[in-house]
């Protein structure tokens, strides 16, 4: 009865994570268009590679941990690209997918202050799920019922998106997972269907004026067809050194769950780190802040990144700032 209970609890936490992919919905500060294809290419100026790893519960066999590689490539003036592939493994069970994302930008508005766009984008997604069922428990244990006779299966899925630039800001609209479950590892009829995710974010780029600190927030509301919703507040910070080639880096992010009247703290997370010319390398620190989450312990993440920029800049500010006026109006021009 014990391993039958162990089973259990680890398919529901591998449904949870599939539903909600974990892995990605945490790192769009790092790359938008994990969230929202529209954001493929952001930077329509420079080519970026990105890596994370993440590891939890150092010392521990089969702890949670995953690896995500991702890169963004303008195509010509008005498409942007953005693939990501990524292998996730949590106990005995193990995820490896790939997601193409593809924007295209309309010119609204351009003049000497005013810049408007609006685009659009569509990605695919392609994944193969596996459980080792044999090494996980006594076969004479295991109930095929569970995951309806298989122990791996491929899933496809699309996701769209819109969004809208103004000078130094943006706002969009994410929405992720949308065709039916079509996974048959999760084929059983008792499996729930699954969750189409709605992502409403806004953010910015900044100077502070007279200060050397570059500011990027970022805001979130994720919300599900199981109304599970959360919102998060993000600030990652450039600061630069006496150095040009040299900068340091951080990032601070705030998770709220939103399903009470007043929610409550699900976790933080803190990142430094520096950079040099073109690329950039950070440490991340996530803790929870219920009892549950605290549980788990906390996790480790290691992220780099690199750009490549048509005209050849390797500041260590991933941006130039032009002064507007004399009045300390700063415009953050995209790197």
Known sequence: MRKFGVII??????????????????QYVYDLFQMNPAAAAFHKNCFTATGIFQKQWFGT????????????????????????????????????GIHQAFSYELQLKKTKRRAMTLS??????????????????????????LNGGNESGWGFNASTGVLLKYNDYHLGVGITNLLPQNNRLYA??????????????????FK????????????LYRRNMYVDSRLDAN?????????????TWGLVSYRHTAEDKIGKSLGMAVTGGIVYKSFSVGLEYQFGLTKARSAYGNTYQLVVNYRVCRDKSKSAIPCSIERRNKKHN?????Y
């Open 9 to 26: 609890v680890l398919l529901i936490t591998i449904k949870v994570s599939y539903a909600q992919k974990y892995y990605l919905t945490n």
């Open 61 to 96: 066999d089969l702890a949670p941990t995953y690896q995500v590689f991702s890169f963004q490539i303008p195509v010509l003036e008005q498409m942007g690209s953005g693939t990501y592939v990524y292998n996730d493994r949590n106990g005995y069970y193990k995820e490896l």
């Open 120 to 145: 659009f984008g569509l990605a695919f997604s392609l994944e193969q799920s596996s459980l080792q069922v044999q090494d996980l428990l006594d076969p004479d244990y295991f109930d095929p019922i």
């Open 188 to 205: 059983h009829e008792d499996e729930p269907p699954l969750t189409t995710d709605i992502h409403i974010h806004a953010g910015s780029s």
């Open 208 to 219: 502070i004026p007279d200060r050397d600190f570059y500011l990027e927030p970022t805001f």
């Open 235 to 247: 600030l990652k910070l450039y600061m630069p050194t006496p150095d040009p080639d040299w900068a």
């Open 330 to 334: 700063y415009k953050f021009l995209s």
